[in-house]
């Protein structure tokens, strides 16, 4: 079975552009979250998202976004990109709401220069 | 909301010697602690977790305990070998018709010397 997939793999852009990271979950799981991590942290939670609903948010600015598909494949879009926003975006899949388990995909490493 | 301290940043032990990680949290209504092993450039993977009702879980070397009362858990690795060198972190979130967010700690670096 595929784990958790996320593309792409690295990224390079400059200050102001607009950036789209793709994850797909594993099958059957129909729960994705997203989370930042900057180097030398834990992983920060930025969206949550189950039946291509929104369930939670984190606290970062509405610069970020998110969907997800009727696939339960998601987006995470940030616009206006910050040099802050240089970091590693994991996606988590978890089978459904009601369960705990999450589990990450290998994660899109961000660099805005 | 949830914060999650995490002690200590760094850790070095020799090979076959014990590690212990721990961790605590302010948000009383956590119900779910689990502790992730990442390795350099890789994803987090799940190790163990524990949920609220337990009071410690047990996996071949790798053992959590949680004292609900004190707000604290703790990861302990056993026998431990250089593969276990990784980054460790803990995390707490709380089962809720919303969903569960994980919050994460600062992480542990592990470093298992031969």
């Known amino acids: 079975d595929a784990g958790v997939t996320q593309s792409p793999t690295h990224l390079i852009k400059t200050r102001g552009q607009h950036v789209t990271l793709r994850c797909s979950p594993i099958?059957?799981?129909?729960?994705v979250s997203w989370y930042q991590q900057v180097l030398g942290q834990g992983p920060q939670f930025i969206f949550q998202?189950?039946?291509?609903?929104?369930?939670g948010r984190g606290n970062f600015p509405d610069r970020f976004s998110a969907r997800q598909f009727p696939n339960y494949s998601s987006e995470l879009n940030v616009n206006a990109l910050l040099l802050g926003d240089s970091a590693l975006y994991l996606c988590?899949?978890?089978?459904?709401?009601?369960?705990?388990?999450?589990?990450f995909g290998p994660g899109t490493r961000l660099t805005v220069l | 909301g949830e914060n999650v301290e995490q002690h200590p940043s760094t850790l070095s032990v020799q090979e076959g010697d014990s590690a212990v990680i721990k961790c605590t949290y302010s948000?009383?209504?956590?119900?779910?602690f689990p502790w992730y092993k990442q390795e350099l450039g890789k994803r987090p993977q799940l190790i163990i977790d524990?949920?609220?009702?337990?009071g410690e879980k047990k996996d071949q070397r790798i053992a959590v305990t949680l004292n609900k009362t004190a707000k604290h858990f703790s990861l302990h690795i056993t026998e431990t070998q250089p593969e276990d060198s990784a980054v460790y972190f803990c995390?707490?979130?709380?089962?809720?018709?919303?969903?569960?967010?994980?919050?994460f700690g600062t992480g542990t670096q592990l470093k298992v010397e031969l």
């Open positions: 988590a899949s978890r089978l459904a709401n009601s369960y705990n388990e999450q589990f």
């Open positions: 099958s059957g799981h129909k729960s």
């Open positions: 998202y189950y039946e291509k609903e929104e369930r």
């Open positions: 948000d009383s209504a956590s119900n779910y």
């Open positions: 524990i949920r609220s009702n337990v």
């Open positions: 995390a707490a979130s709380r089962l809720t018709g919303g969903g569960n967010k994980l919050t």
